[in-house]
């Protein structure tokens, strides 16, 4: 499938993805029943952000001018293990091997097992040749190469089973936001949004805040009220009462208000529904600390991303900084 019709079959899909037609409709509500974690806000935030820093055509355009790409690639069989904790989360690993002109064959997560699957039935239907170059398969087995997504546990067994071939194998990340006390309203309410999206399960959402020596909490938890709706949520509160009864029990000092559990911890990773804390001395040095960390996603926060922007990743922000096309044209 030359790379020409690659590119109008895209631009077909984002089209289509903006229209919200009944059938797209259909299937979100589909891919709700089946997950409560999607629901229709943060599906419809998720579709945005592909159709606006993905599929954009002069984004995508530079994108591929950017690696020189031709139609003299030899196809290869890339393997893609998808993770299924935010909607559609391998979407930009299979953009990355459809446009450079491989065979892609996908391993869905049972989580997000509904949403590509109409994604790719729609591809077929702009352009037959697609079904040629993307197929879906239970277990992946006899491909050139492979990128697998997943926890610190299961990149165990990806590295058990694909280590051995040229592949991407990804482990859990998480994101940190650096407060200097002295943001604004707009400010914290945006970083609200860095927080609670996707009900703060993204490897881009912040899971720890770290703040200066004295920092008042009462305005970062006024502004975090704007998801206060997410107690409605049947799962998502019954991760809050559980983490906060353990607190509780525990005898820990917290802070909270109807919709998140604020608690002093050096961990970056916190449950569903908890946001760690700590305070630093030195923001530079605090910055610094977090670049180095083989945990961190991105760092939202002055001199760094901007707040309410950490789900707004670029075709160039690759997952771990590991360059997902300049390896799939090595293969």
């Known amino acids: 499938m030359i790379l020409a019709k690659r590119i109008q079959v895209l631009k077909e899909l984002k089209n289509w993805l903006l229209s919200g037609d009944d059938e797209w409709k259909e299937t979100a509500e589909k891919a709700y029943q089946f997950n409560n974690w999607f629901t229709t806000e943060f599906l419809e935030h998720r579709v945005k952000t592909i159709c606006d820093q993905y599929l954009d055509e002069e984004k995508l355009d530079f994108w591929i001018r950017h690696y020189h790409l031709d139609d003299n690639i030899s196809p290869k069989k890339v393997g893609i293990v998808m993770a299924g904790n935010i909607p559609m989360v391998g979407f930009h690993d299979f953009l990355s091997s459809f446009v450079t002109g491989h065979k892609t064959i996908i391993k869905l997560s049972e989580k997000d097992d509904v ?29 050139d190469a492979y990128i697998a997504t997943g926890s610190n546990n299961t990149s165990r067994y990806f590295e058990y089973y694909f280590g051995k071939y040229p592949s991407i194998i990804r482990k859990n990340r998480t994101s940190a936001a650096v407060l200097t006390g002295n943001e604004t309203k707009e400010e914290l309410e945006s970083l609200a949004d860095d927080i609670f999206l996707y009900f703060g399960m993204g490897c881009r959402n912040i899971t720890q805040i770290f703040v200066p020596m004295n920092y008042d909490f009462i305005p970062l938890l006024e502004a975090f009220k704007k998801y206060e ?80 922007k950490t789900q707004d990743a670029g075709l160039f922000d690759y997952a771990d900084g590991v360059d997902t096309v300049q390896f799939l044209l090595s293969v």
């Open 115 to 143: 949403l590509f699957k109409k994604i790719v039935e729609k591809l077929i239907s702009f352009d037959e040749e697609v079904g040629d170059v993307i197929q879906f398969a239970d277990m992946l087995k006899g491909c």
């Open 229 to 308: 709706y997410l107690k409605d949520h049947a799962r998502y509160r019954n991760n809050y009462d559980y983490n906060l009864a353990l607190l509780i029990m525990n005898n820990r000092e917290y802070m909270c208000n109807e919709n998140v559990v604020m608690v002093e911890e050096d961990h970056l990773f916190s449950p569903i529904s908890e946001l760690y804390y700590s305070y630093y001395e030195d923001y530079e040095k605090k910055v610094g600390e977090l670049q180095q960390s083989l945990d961190i996603q991105c760092i939202a926060g002055k001199g760094n991303i901007p707040f309410g």
